[in-house]
């Protein structure tokens, strides 16, 4: 018993310090939603093992690990990024593009860059990483230090490494404290063998290893990159407070060091704004010095002639906008009005199509003296059984193709003779390919279901209905579709919940279809909502907006929010809930 | 009386039914054994099979170019080859070259093997050929006299109408070419004085010829000893023989031929070999062939000269008769398109011109209305106006009044003069009766207002008027200025009308242009037909006549076979007129066709083999050159320098060149093969063709470049990753669900509510949230990062809310009276959760296990976005490869790898589906 209970207490231990050095990971990472659901967990977790009345949540924790995780998080994040306009233009934070600001470099036009030299330390006639470089222009040498690193990126690159270099005098050097020494070759006075560091008794040695401009040096270029350019010096620079800064830039990449600077330094600012005294942190062009506006989530800079030019953008909080656009703004807005009512078009006639054909074939095979019924019924079941993205992509492919499919070369073409649609091509034809391989996936699911439900109803009620006189089809309006609606109905509003989000439907078969004229979001014809939405936030070839896709999501999900609850009204789930 | 029901028509049409909703399926099955490329060709059906897609995709082969690729990356040491030693890497490298070898021995081996059939082949062609020919020299006269019925039959069609068409293309067929002589029957017909002409010209040289005969063969004996002189002086009588003969013989020709490069050698060697006395009587020869020479030309001369006056008449004529209707019926046609051009302008033109013009209308309305709205002033104030006479007069203390008003009631009279002057131009413009409406009361109240001028001039003092002074003045201004606008915007109206009436005009005279152009078209039609017609026989029946006469002169195979190939292009490029004339192939033509078919059929196929075994043996030998190199090779690589292994690039450019060049020549040959296999005729060298058309489908495929693929690994990775995450949420969610199911606790009923909404969220942006969290998490947890299995099983697990709701319901169907007596009897919970109600659930949880199976198999969309690397795609990422892209028509793959996918869900589903059903309904809905 003590033995649990200690366990018990142990784990608990373990995972809040886990979970909350995650958390704060997390938050210094800047995913502040990952962090307040593994919060959320943490708290989930400690009510289940500390409270008696939580132990219902003990059987429950995996399944709320991965729910939070994998639906919640994303929920949320749905959420907060329809009120931002997160998408091209503004894919990063406010930090970010400040950071790459500050890293943009110009490198002085006309300027003649250096040529370097590198020493290495030998240890057992093996190179190491203990190097140094020596810079050379115009017949003056200086020597710098290895550079420290400062930050590395997420892969551990180097981002920005900081080094000093000071001018060479008469063959010595004094860098960082030390004293440096050039040793000349004595045949060839121009040659340089090694760099010696004096150090008080002893001296260490660097031998000349590689230059770029010596071809003899060219076997050891490898080893440079790999070991030392790649690893220390990438994104160095260099500093000496009399002398220009210099750096690796991207003109001469690993061959010459160039005078740098950069493009864009930070200031601070004292203005008035809205009535009080601000201070803030402005952006000014080191060349120009020009101020950067800001303003609607992008930095602008003035050219030449004074016109704007947009330098960056990143993420910003924008309100409603998303969602006033959507129906506000008329180039939005007409694209999602069509296409939010073709939705609710496809959806329906989807429904009905193969509802109509499924209870037909049901009522066919429900036959009493049929034979062959489970024959029939197999072998109609087919389509149903094969997954739908093979179907749909055989369909596109082998039937639709506007010039070498099956339809229009064959069946329209040489059987009936008749000129070949742009199935593919035209709207309408677009929106009818898509109802009819739809309803070719649909109906068996539908038969299926008939079937059941036909066989719930009695068949005295039959007998009873045609000894009074009723023939079939009144049988079947007053008999068969009211008994067969109380049980089928709950299944045809789920259906329709279902093609009203059938994405693959829509975008395997089409993409989408034929792009609407006239919009400036590339919207198709035969989009539904949550086609758009994947187009707009993965395939934007006139840029991505995350954001407006993600404020017709929470659209979305109100829409089949309401046709559920109906849905529920109807077959009486909500009493589930309170049992 | 009870009746037994028919089903007759529930079968018929369930069958209907179901042949239209299985057809795809049944596409499907058969486009994947196809051998040929269904999206290019014609056939729903092929009829050439082949297992070998379904092969390629399951057991991909190391073909040559496979093999070839290998070796290359070997010695880059490319793709995991450099962390190898040299012993390994040269160990590789003989494998491949074993590979390569054996393969090439195979290649040849396949065409030893077609060599046995084409021999069979060519034995029965032989047969054919000599079958073919003798009937068609039987039918040779019979055919030929055809032929001439035909062309007399078209010659007199065509002169019928123009008779110098006919007469003036057979002139020129006869001027040089080989042919030309075949006319000559057809010349003596129609230019009978030219022909006797022609050959009163060709005795002549012929009389030449003869008196030079004597001449030639003295010296022939008089030359025998110089045996160099001898063959110099034949070659100069064959020469001149030859040149003598033709029509357009020209001296200085002669000359240059035979003088200067014949006679004058000769000449050199008589004087240095030979007495004075025959060097003076060869210089008389020589005087005497050139004499000849210009008789000759003189009487050919006169022949020629006589030729091209007939032809400058015939042209004349030709000219007239049937030239002029054509270039005039084209002219006309040019005409009538470039009037409707202009018509299509000036449409446009005035189109334009309306449109502005309805705008300055609308301009002019609404400006007036501006000032008739002022008309209610008028009205309103009319009656002050009239109430003043009864007062005192009372005078203004301004002493601008007077000026003010008597500016005012000038512009106003001003104002009435332009409306009253204006009133039915307006009135045209706008036909709103409120329009008129208001200018006929303005009009009216100014009537009214302006005699009072006097009475207001008095009454200046007056508050009242004092202030609707104030009040019209300050209105005049704008009214002034609207109207200005108004007399401007007019001016322009007018403008504008006369313009668009000028427009009009002209487009009535293009129209009239146009009407009489075209009503000129079908006269001139008609003679352009006519014209063409006899063009068109005549050149059938000229056509013709050449070849009755050149079958006349077929003795062989191939010149029938040529003959034959002539005739079937000549009645493709004549086939209209020719069916006019019923002309048409014969049977016997079509024999000697076939049996040419065939003989070209074995002939590509032995140059193929030809260029093959030669290629084939190149490679070999270079092959073989770098096998004795590759170690040198590898080891200058290994030890960082650049090489490039001649060998191995030589061997890559002679496998693409070769591979381009006779692999479509190739599938021909093997298509034609497929063709004639189906003929009746070939019926006892089917089994042959069939075995060549196979064979060659084989031995392509070992060339060939196949498209990359790792289908295999695809289907296994989905079959994992859909098993583990169906089996990992089927624990989690019995587990979630349970206590939601038997206990009640706090936030039971909130909890329920909250998995139901969140299952209903569409997870499309979520896919951004999901890639962020997935690439943290691949930082600090190996394997469960982008582009791993790990992290899409981990992201797969998502679904748990949908089957909670499921298992809630099915959990609720168990009594748990079970459960209650194992807890009396000391189990814990969790004990009767683990060994009472999980088994009890058994069902469910298949349904459900099979149920997440299915969805994760078919997802693709995160899938897509979360799997980079070919080699970690799942089965539903990597069929998309299949119908995009270079692959997209390559039927045949396609459907065979969606028919090896969609098989196994097929044959789970089909035997499940009894639970399937009954699980949904059972435990999600309940009504």
């Known amino acids: 018993m003590k033995v649990a209970v200690l366990s018990k207490w142990v784990f608990l231990l373990v995972v809040n310090v886990l979970l909350l050095a995650v958390s704060i990971f997390l938050f210094s990472f800047g995913s502040e939603g990952l962090a307040i659901v593994t919060l959320m967990l943490l708290a989930l977790i400690d009510f289940a093992v500390i409270n008696p009345k939580g132990y219902p949540y003990r059987y429950t924790i995996p399944a709320m690990f991965f729910l939070l995780f994998l639906t919640v998080y994303p929920v949320y994040f749905t959420i907060k990024t329809?009120?931002?306009?997160?998408?091209?233009?503004?894919?990063?934070?406010?930090?970010?593009?400040?950071?790459?600001?500050?890293?943009?470099?110009?490198?002085?036009?006309?300027?003649?860059?250096?040529?370097?030299?590198?020493?290495?330390?030998?240890?057992d006639f093996k190179p190491t990483d203990k190097f140094l470089l020596l810079f050379s222009r115009n017949g003056e040498l200086y020597l710098s230090s290895p550079p420290v690193v400062e930050t590395r990126d997420s892969k551990g690159n180097v981002m920005r490494a900081v080094g000093n270099y000071e001018k060479v005098v008469q063959d010595q050097c004094i860098l960082e404290g030390e004293t440096y020494r050039i040793i000349h070759s004595f045949k060839n006075p121009e040659e340089l063998l090694a760099i010696e560091r004096v150090r008080g008794a002893g001296s260490e040695k660097f031998t000349y290893f590689f230059s770029f401009d010596d071809p003899a040096t060219l076997p050891n270029q490898r080893f440079f990159i790999s070991n030392i350019y790649l690893n220390y010096l990438s994104g160095a620079e260099w500093l000496n407070p009399l002398l220009p800064t210099v750096r690796f830039g991207s003109q001469y990449g690993f061959r010459k060091i160039v005078e740098a600077e950069r493009k864009y330094r930070l200031d601070t600012l004292t203005v008035p704004e809205n009535g009080e005294v601000v201070t803030k942190t402005?952006?000014?062009?080191?060349?120009?010095?020009?101020?950067?506006?800001?303003?609607?989530?992008?930095?602008?800079?003035?050219?030449?002639?004074?016109?704007?030019?947009?330098?960056?953008?990143?993420?910003?909080?924008?309100?409603?906008?998303?969602?006033?656009?959507?129906?506000?703004?008329?180039r939005l807005s007409r694209p999602f009005l069509r296409i939010f009512w073709?939705?609710?078009?496809?959806?329906?006639?989807?429904?009905?199509?193969?509802?109509?054909?499924?209870?037909?074939?049901?009522?066919?095979?429900?036959?009493?003296?049929?034979?062959?019924?489970?024959?029939?019924?197999?072998l109609l079941i087919l389509p149903w059984a094969i997954p739908s993205f093979i179907s749909v992509l055989v369909w596109r492919n082998g039937f639709f193709n506007e010039t070498y499919g099956i339809m229009n070369k064959i069946i329209l073409g040489q059987w009936f003779g008749i000129d070949p649609v742009r199935w593919l091509g035209d709207p309408f034809w677009a929106k009818a390919a898509c109802l009819i391989v739809n309803t070719w996936l649909g109906f068996p699911y539908m038969m299926t279901v008939s079937l059941g439900a036909l066989q719930s109803i009695p068949a005295e009620l039959y007998e009873a209905a045609s000894m009074d006189g009723a023939g079939p089809v009144r049988r079947f309006r007053k008999i068969t579709l009211p008994l067969l609606m109380t049980s089928v109905a709950p299944l045809l509003v789920g259906s329709f919940a279902f093609n009203f989000n059938n994405f693959v439907g829509i975008y395997l078969l089409t993409q989408g279809g034929p792009e609407m004229p006239n919009s400036i979001t590339n919207a198709g014809s035969t989009d539904i909502l949550i086609s758009y939405t994947y187009k707009l936030a993965f395939e934007g070839s006139r840029g991505q907006n995350f954001g407006y896709a993600a404020a017709i999501t929470l659209f979305i999900f109100l829409m089949v929010v309401g046709i559920s609850a109906i849905n529920f009204k109807i077959s009486g789930t909500f009493e589930e809930v309170n049992r | 009386m009870i009746r037994r029901k028919r089903y007759w028509p529930h079968h018929i049409a369930l069958a209907i039914i179901l042949v239209v909703v299985l057809f795809p399926l049944f596409w499907v099955a058969s486009t994947s054994v196809r051998r040929d490329n269904a999206a290019f060709s014609n056939k729903i059906l092929g009829n050439r099979y082949t297992l070998q897609n379904y092969v390629d995709l399951l057991f991909p082969a190391q073909n040559l170019p496979v093999v070839f690729n290998d070796m290359t990356n070997i010695l880059n040491l490319s793709e995991g080859y450099a962390e190898k030693t040299q012993q390994q890497l040269e160990k590789k490298l003989d494998k491949d070259i074993a590979r390569v070898n054996q393969q090439l021995d195979r290649s040849e081996e396949f065409f030893d093997d077609m060599d046995t059939r084409i021999d069979k082949i060519s034995s029965f062609l032989e047969d054919q050929k000599s079958t073919a020919m003798a009937a068609f020299l039987e039918s040779k006269p019979s055919q030929s006299q055809l032929l001439l019925q035909v062309s007399e039959a078209a010659r007199q069609r065509s002169q019928q109408n123009h008779s110098s068409v006919y007469r003036s293309m057979l002139l020129s067929s006869l001027e040089g070419g080989e042919d030309s002589e075949k006319f000559l029957p057809l010349f003596q017909q129609e230019f009978p004085e030219l022909y006797n002409a022609f050959t009163a010209a060709q005795t002549q040289v012929q009389v030449f010829l003869d008196s030079l005969d004597p001449a030639w063969s003295q010296w022939e004996t008089t030359l025998a000893q110089d045996p160099e002189a001898l063959t110099l002086l034949q070659q100069a009588r064959e020469r001149t023989e030859a040149l003598f003969g033709q029509m357009d013989f020209s001296y200085s020709r002669w000359f240059r031929d035979v003088s200067v490069k014949l006679l004058n050698p000769i000449g050199n060697r008589v004087d240095s070999l030979f007495a004075e006395t025959i060097q003076s009587s060869w210089e008389e020869m020589v005087t005497f062939?050139?004499?000849?020479?210009?008789?000759?030309?003189?009487?050919?001369?006169?022949?020629?000269?006589?030729?091209?006056?007939?032809?400058?008449?015939?042209?004349?004529?030709?000219?007239?008769?049937?030239?002029?209707?054509i270039q005039e019926y084209e002219q006309l046609q040019n005409s009538i398109a470039s009037l409707q051009n202009s018509l299509l302008q000036k449409q446009l033109e005035a189109d334009e011109l309306l449109s502005q013009q309805n705008t300055n209308e609308e301009?002019?309305?609404?400006?007036?209305?501006?000032?008739?709205?002022?008309?209610?002033?008028?009205?309103?104030?009319?009656?002050?106006?009239?109430?003043?006479?009864?007062?005192?007069?009372?005078?203004?203390?301004?002493?601008?009044?007077?000026?003010?008003?008597?500016?005012?009631?000038?512009?106003?009279?001003?104002?009435?003069?332009?409306?009253?002057?204006n009133r039915g131009t307006l009135l045209s413009i706008s036909s709103a009766p409120e329009f008129s409406r208001n200018m006929d009361s303005l009009l009216t109240s100014l009537e009214q207002w302006l005699p009072n001028k006097d009475a207001v001039l008095e009454h200046g003092g007056n508050a009242a008027i004092r202030d609707t002074m104030g009040v019209l003045l300050a209105t005049n201004q704008s009214i002034l200025l609207s109207l200005e606008d108004v007399r401007e915007t007019m001016a322009v109206l007018e403008e504008q009308r006369a313009q668009v009436a000028g427009v009009t005009q002209q487009k009535q005279a293009l129209q009239d242009q146009l009407s009489s152009a075209t009503s000129r078209l079908p006269e001139l039609e008609q003679q352009w037909v006519a014209a063409r017609a006899s063009e068109e026989f005549a050149s059938l029946s000229l056509g013709v006549f050449l070849l009755s006469q050149q079958?006349?002169?077929?003795?062989?195979?191939?010149?029938?076979?040529?003959?034959?190939?002539?005739?079937?292009?000549?009645?493709?490029?004549?086939?209209?007129?020719?069916?006019?004339?019923?002309?048409?192939?014969?049977?016997?033509?079509?024999?000697?066709?076939?049996?040419?078919?065939?003989?070209?059929?074995?002939?590509?196929?032995?140059?193929?083999?030809?260029?093959?075994?030669?290629?084939?043996?190149?490679?070999?030998?270079?092959?073989?050159?770098?096998?004795?190199?590759?170690?040198?090779?590898?080891?200058?690589?290994?030890?960082?320098?650049?090489?490039?292994?001649?060998?191995?690039?030589?061997?890559?450019?002679?496998?693409?060149?070769?591979?381009?060049?006779?692999?479509?020549?190739?599938?021909?040959?093997?298509?034609?093969?497929?063709?004639?296999?189906?003929?009746?005729?070939?019926?006892?060298?089917?089994?042959?063709?069939?075995?060549?058309?196979?064979?060659?489908?084989y031995f392509l495929q070992m060339w060939e470049k196949k498209p990359e693929q790792k289908f295999l690994m695809w289907l296994v990775n989905s079959v994992l990753v859909a098993g583990i995450s169906a089996a990992a949420t089927v624990i989690v969610c019995a587990l979630g669900a349970y206590p939601f199911s038997r206990m009640r606790f706090p936030g039971r009923r909130n909890g329920l509510l909250f998995l139901l909404l969140i299952q209903m969220f569409p997870t499309v942006m979520g896919m951004i949230a999901l890639y962020t969290l997935l690439q943290i998490m691949g930082k600090y947890i190996p394997g469960m990062g982008l582009d791993t299995l790990g992290g899409l099983i981990f992201v797969y697990m998502g679904q748990v809310a949908f089957n909670m709701w499921l298992l809630k319901g099915y959990f609720d169907t168990i009594p748990d009276s079970m459960e209650e007596s194992a807890m009396i009897d000391g189990a814990t919970r969790f004990q009767t959760f683990w060994r009472i109600v999980l088994p009890l659930a058994r069902p469910i949880l298949a349904v459900i296990f099979i149920l997440v199976f299915f969805g994760t198999y078919s997802e693709f969309v995160l899938a897509r976005i979360i799997l980079q690397r070919p080699d970690n795609y799942t089965y539903a990422v990597g069929l998309q490869s299949f119908s995009n892209g270079p692959y997209q028509m390559e039927w045949g793959l396609f459907t065979a790898a969606a028919l090896l996918g969609a098989i196994p869900m097929l044959i789970v589903f089909l035997s499940m589906q009894r639970h399937l059903v009954g699980g949904l309904t059972t435990g999600a809905v309940k009504g």
Request: net charge negative.
């Open chain 1, 342 to 378: 073709w939705t609710l078009t496809w959806a329906t006639l989807s429904v009905l199509f193969s509802f109509t054909i499924g209870l037909g074939l049901a009522l066919m095979l429900n036959e009493k003296g049929l034979a062959g019924k489970t024959f029939y019924r197999t």
């Open chain 1, 282 to 330: 402005v952006f000014i062009n080191t060349d120009t010095g020009n101020m950067l506006d800001e303003r609607d989530g992008f930095f602008y800079d003035r050219d030449a002639s004074g016109k704007l030019i947009t330098v960056a953008g990143y993420t910003s909080f924008v309100g409603l906008k998303n969602f006033t656009q959507m129906l506000g703004d008329p």
């Open chain 2, 289 to 325: 062939c050139k004499d000849t020479a210009r008789e000759v030309e003189s009487s050919w001369e006169q022949y020629t000269s006589a030729v091209s006056e007939q032809k400058q008449t015939l042209s004349a004529q030709s000219q007239g008769e049937y030239l002029q209707p």
């Open chain 2, 551 to 697: 079958l006349l002169e077929i003795t062989t195979f191939p010149q029938a076979a040529s003959w034959v190939n002539t005739y079937q292009d000549f009645l493709d490029d004549h086939a209209l007129r020719a069916q006019e004339m019923n002309l048409s192939f014969s049977p016997s033509c079509n024999d000697v066709l076939l049996a040419w078919d065939l003989h070209s059929f074995v002939e590509s196929y032995t140059l193929q083999k030809a260029n093959i075994k030669e290629r084939v043996g190149l490679i070999r030998s270079k092959l073989a050159a770098f096998d004795q190199r590759k170690g040198v090779y590898l080891s200058l690589k290994l030890s960082g320098a650049t090489i490039q292994a001649l060998e191995l690039s030589e061997i890559q450019d002679l496998y693409s060149s070769g591979y381009e060049s006779y692999s479509a020549v190739l599938n021909r040959i093997a298509r034609k093969a497929n063709d004639f296999s189906q003929m009746e005729e070939f019926g006892s060298i089917r089994s042959s063709l069939r075995f060549i058309d196979k064979q060659l489908f």
């Open chain 2, 363 to 421: 301009r002019l309305v609404f400006l007036t209305s501006q000032i008739l709205s002022n008309a209610s002033f008028f009205n309103d104030t009319l009656p002050l106006l009239s109430s003043i006479d009864t007062t005192e007069p009372q005078p203004s203390t301004d002493p601008f009044f007077a000026g003010k008003v008597e500016t005012a009631f000038s512009n106003l009279q001003g104002i009435h003069d332009f409306f009253a002057k």
């Open chain 1, 82 to 123: 329809a009120f931002t306009n997160y998408g091209t233009g503004h894919l990063l934070s406010r930090e970010q593009v400040v950071e790459a600001l500050l890293q943009e470099y110009v490198s002085k036009p006309g300027v003649e860059p250096f040529s370097y030299r590198v020493f290495i330390k030998m240890e």
